[in-house]
């Protein structure tokens, strides 16, 4: 059997890889002006927020329903539905002027996100071995950043020649885009590397039936959970946390706007140069040493900022984080996937990006909450032990690989 990195661009560029990268780009690419926009068509500060927030409500609401859809049906169909309805959707973002029909719509984008990003999941899940499991994920996490830096870029541009519409409508096709790959991929069973090894079950199981078999299979997995799981969370919340704390302390130190952009834009690109080194460290040193080094280095970079009192703190704490996140790269899904019992994967997977986002949802909020109640110095602080409690719970847990259906 072929092994390595080249079986994985041989069979995931096209199911994976490319609408992977297309549809982060699609999420990204009106962001940059999509508040000002909004503000336009007479949403409040306040409104505006509270719809930008509903993507991740979106993701949230559809994270376990979509999981439970992809395990009675087979996952192309699921994927390709869930990408038309986003690229109609973002493509009515662009035509109406209705605050309240495009705040249904982003809802919408986002549910339909979260049901392909967990589709994408339990298809490598099912289609590469245990073994080399991390370096498949690495590559698909590395696809979502490769479209997340160039998405602002393009829709940037767009807005600013032709009005933001046209990033939305950069956002339609991208969607679209991904689909019609999906659609001439060569790898026509997406279900599985080969009708042979997972067929397709003839009798779709019950709603009972499914969470049946999420409990049953993860009998023996609760102290991974409650460990190893309780790390990815706080990982999600450390991820979710920086995109406020960095700019509220480079404002604090009285750095400019695009100065802030700058060094966070260094720890962005120091990110994605190591997402082959994670995938690597992950399949031969285990899930365990790549999840220590990005929860350990990204929380100490959190400590580091609050006594930063001018740009050189601030850079290498920038820095630490960006280090620290790149050698995280994927760890979320590959877990997720290790995790996954072989009777319910779609099903359990849905259930595990459902904890992730509420991290990710909860992240903001805490340092938000601790900054109005103790100042912005003790916000940070209570972020980095929260990142090193995740470190400690971590470790004292199993290795996930060692427990991994291949």
């Known amino acids: 059997m072929q092994s390595g990195i080249a079986i994985h661009l041989k069979r995931l560029v096209l ?15 009106p962001v940059a002006a999509f508040p000002q926009y909004l503000a336009g068509l007479g949403a409040t500060v ?8 509903l993507r991740g409500v979106g993701n949230m609401v559809s994270d376990l329903p979509g999981g439970l859809i992809l395990g009675r049906y087979r996952l192309r169909g699921v994927v390709q539905t869930a990408l038309i309805l986003a690229a109609v959707a973002s493509a009515g973002m662009a035509l109406v002027k209705s605050v309240a029909a495009i705040a249904i719509l982003v809802l919408i984008t986002g549910a339909m996100a979260s049901v392909v990003v ?39 541009v767009l807005a600013d020649l032709a009005g933001v519409p046209a990033a939305l409508w950069l956002r339609a096709g991208c969607f679209l885009a991904a689909f019609l790959v999906l659609v001439v991929s060569p790898d026509r069973n997406i279900d599985a590397s080969s009708e042979e090894s997972i067929p397709v079950p003839q009798i779709r199981p019950g709603l009972r039936g499914q969470l049946r078999a999420i409990r049953d299979g993860l009998r023996g997995k609760g102290h991974a959970l409650a460990t190893v799981g309780f790390a990815i969370l706080m990982l999600q919340l450390l991820r979710a946390s ?24 260094i720890g962005a690109a120091l990110e994605l140069a190591l997402f082959v080194p994670s995938g690597i460290i ?6 365990k040493t790549a999840a220590a080094l990005c929860i350990g280095i990204f929380s100490v ?40 019992p072989s009777n319910a994967v779609s099903e359990f997977l849905g259930l595990w990006r ?32 929260l990142g090193l409690l ?12 060692r427990m991994a259906d291949r």
């Open 354 to 385: 459902l904890f992730g986002d509420i991290g990710t949802s909860a992240g903001p909020a805490i340092v938000g909450g601790i900054a109005t109640a103790a100042g912005l110095p003790l916000a940070v602080g209570a972020t980095a032990v």
């Open 118 to 156: 967990t589709a994408m999941m339990t298809y490598v899940r099912m289609a590469v071995p245990a073994d080399s499991r991390g370096r498949a994920l690495s590559l698909t996490g590395g696809s979502v950043r490769i479209g997340a830096l160039a998405g602002p870029i393009l829709g940037g």
């Open 242 to 265: 920086r995109t406020i704390i960095l700019p509220l302390w480079g404002d604090r130190l009285g750095l400019s706007a695009t100065l802030i952009g700058s060094v966070m834009s």
């Open 46 to 53: 306040g409104l505006v927020g509270i719809i930008i927030s």
């Open 15 to 29: 199911p994976v890889y490319l609408p992977m990268a297309l549809v982060s780009v699609a999420i990204s690419a």
């Open 282 to 287: 992950m399949d031969r040193s285990g899930r």
């Open 390 to 401: 995740g470190l400690v719970a971590l470790l004292i847990g199993p290795e996930p690989l």
């Open 301 to 340: 970079g959190v400590f580091v900022l609050p006594f930063s009192v001018g740009m050189a703190g601030f850079v290498l704490a920038s820095l630490l984080i960006g280090l620290g996140n790149g050698f995280g790269s994927g760890i979320n899904m590959t877990i997720g996937t290790d995790l996954a």
